[in-house]
T-cell receptor, first 114, second 114 residues
Framework: DGGITQSPKYLFRKEGQNVTLSCEQN?????MYWYRQDPGQGLRLIYY???????QKGDIAEGYSVSREKKESFPLTVTSAQKNPTAFYLC?????????????FGPGTRLLVL | AQSVTQLGSHVSVSEGALVLLRCNYS??????LFWYVQYPNQGLQLLLK??????LVKGINGFEAEFKKSETSFHLTKPSAHMSDAAEYFC????????????FGQGTRLTINP
């Protein structure tokens, strides 16, 4: 079964704690993305990566970090510098060939602050 | 720069009635256009997309959208609403070159009345 998996489904963070959200895809997609979703604000891009060992900041990268050590995996770390981390986090992936760049999304991780 | 405006954060229709969700975009270059649907606590699912060619695009679940360049619009329609269509719908735009830069609208929550 091809697709994008995210884990965990729910994650709780304590003050001052770093937490890592997992995203894995077996679609052989080149690019991967992280979005944050807040009520009434649509989706905002945090980071994206087009190739292994390379990634670019999106619109709201402050307080977040990523790595891309394998093509299939793009974990997101929410650091203690992110003061308002409560949100729904969505991972996506896509090909990079022109006409095939459609982004496909995982099921999401909801992050809550204790 | 690109932007998307979805007119109406909430739309309510009766079961069996026409569904019309409005999307206008701003783009300085030829765009790709997308509609995604999101059910509660789930990821986004692609409904349909316009890349090139025919301006009337048919998607899943009986939805369709028409790209009107002169009106910079990409409205989503379905002739007869079903209870299962209740969800949040997102319009998104990206440039043809660099299509990974997907910009989302704020979303429209569709409610279906029995």
């Amino acid at each position: 079964d091809g697709g994008i998996t995210q884990s965990p489904k729910y994650l709780f963070r304590k003050e001052g704690q770093n937490v890592t959200l997992s995203c894995e895809q077996n679609l052989n997609h080149d690019a991967m993305y992280w979005y944050r979703q807040d009520p009434g604000q649509g989706l905002r891009l945090i980071y994206y990566s087009q190739i292994v060992n390379d990634f670019q900041k999106g619109d709201i990268a402050e307080g977040y970090s990523v790595s891309r050590e394998k093509k299939e995996s793009f974990p997101l770390t929410v650091t203690s510098a992110q003061k308002n981390p409560t949100a729904f986090y969505l991972c996506a992936s896509s090909m990079l060939r022109q006409g095939q760049e459609t982004q496909y999304f995982g099921p999401g991780t909801r992050l809550l602050v204790l | 720069a690109q932007s998307v405006t979805q007119l109406g954060s909430h739309v309510s229709v009766s079961e069996g009635a026409l569904v019309l969700l409005r999307c206008n975009y701003s783009s300085s270059v030829p765009p790709y256009l997308f509609w995604y649907v999101q059910y509660p606590n789930q990821g986004l699912q692609l409904l349909l997309k316009y890349t090139t060619g025919a301006t009337l695009v048919k998607g899943i679940n009986g939805f369709e959208a028409e790209f009107k360049k002169s009106e910079t619009s990409f409205h989503l329609t379905k002739p007869s609403a079903h209870m299962s269509d209740a969800a949040e719908y997102f319009c998104a735009v990206s440039p043809i070159q660099g299509a990974q830069k997907l910009v989302f609208g704020q979303g429209t929550r569709l409610t279906i009345n029995p």
